[in-house]
């Protein structure tokens, strides 16, 4: 592609909608699709319109995405107990506790019942070599 049809594609670039392609986290060729360009275009369009290359851009922008997104979550939280719960184990450490109590009586039964099984089964194996 030559220099004068680079320039034309990059003036057709919308900004805000590249920013916005950027906070949703598009994929670079979600986002060269979208705005019907090549790699090559977009990384000039960067370059001449922020002074960066497009992965550096893109670092910058998809942040305002995330905190977007980490504000819905808390807002859903506010209504929503599953979402509450989750932000509680990803941000303050919570964690289901599952609790198994065995008591002693339980386990002394659990192996008289074993043993008694284990008798009755040395005496049918007796009573059949008889």
Request: aromatic residues 6%.
């Amino acid at each position: 592609m030559a220099k004068g049809q680079i320039k034309q594609k990059q003036s057709k670039i919308d900004q805000r909608q590249f920013e916005e392609l950027c906070s949703i986290q598009c994929t670079q060729e979600e986002i060269l699709s979208v705005l019907s360009i090549s790699d090559k275009t977009l990384n000039s369009w960067c370059n001449s319109t922020y002074g960066k290359n497009f992965s550096e851009i893109f670092k910058e922008k998809r942040q305002g995405g995330r905190s977007s997104l980490r504000r819905s979550q808390w807002n859903l939280a506010k209504k929503n107990a599953s979402m509450a719960i989750f932000l509680g184990k990803q941000y303050l450490g919570q964690k289901d506790v599952v609790e198994n109590k065995i008591t002693n009586n339980g386990i002394i039964e659990e192996l008289t019942e074993a043993l008694k099984n284990v008798k009755e089964t040395e005496r049918d194996t007796e009573s059949e070599t008889d």
